[in-house]
């Protein structure tokens, strides 16, 4: 029986050798580990401060263009209210324009031509259809 326990001590020691062989090496893994973390995060410390300069200069110069931008946009306002302006304008000149030439034609139809009430109704529909063509193409043409 003594020597099943000298043989147990043995197998004991030896798995002990073993187990602290493997923590010693787990041990040096780690540090090799650890030590290239510390060169990967000083070298991300110094990328960032470089990358933190450049997104301060490009902020700076976003500021910049974004208020030349705006002082070039306020100067152009004048030029829009102006077209805007000679946009209504030809607008109203369209609209008094139709509406003459509609009383014009019916009142030249009728002197010419006493009328019956069908031909009326069929010169309204016309005059209805052009009106109605001419807001379509004003409409498609932005007007």
């Known amino acids: 029986m003594e020597l099943f326990m000298q043989i147990g001590i043995v197998i004991i020691a030896i798995g002990s050798i073993?187990?602290?062989?493997?923590?010693?090496?787990?041990?040096?893994v780690l540090r090799a580990a650890i030590e290239e973390m510390q060169l990967m995060i000083g070298q991300v410390r110094v990328d960032v401060?470089?990358?933190?300069?450049?997104?301060?200069?490009?902020?700076?110069?976003?500021?910049?263009?974004?208020?030349?931008?705006?002082?070039k946009l306020s100067s152009l306002d004048s030029v829009?209210?102006?077209?805007?302006?000679?946009?209504?304008?030809?607008?109203?000149?369209?609209?008094?324009?139709?509406?003459?030439?509609?009383?014009?034609?019916?009142?030249?139809?009728?002197?010419?031509?006493?009328?019956?009430?069908?031909e009326k109704q069929l010169t309204s529909a016309i005059v209805d259809g052009v009106m109605s063509t001419l807001r379509i193409w004003k409409k498609v043409k932005g007007i």
């Open 18 to 28: 073993i187990l602290i062989y493997s923590i010693v090496q787990t041990m040096k």
């Open 80 to 118: 829009f209210d102006a077209a805007n302006d000679i946009g209504q304008t030809v607008q109203a000149f369209t609209g008094i324009a139709k509406q003459s030439a509609t009383q014009l034609a019916v009142t030249i139809e009728e002197q010419q031509h006493p009328v019956k009430q069908s």
């Open 49 to 71: 401060s470089h990358i933190s300069d450049d997104i301060k200069k490009a902020v700076h110069n976003t500021n910049e263009m974004t208020i030349d931008v705006k002082s």
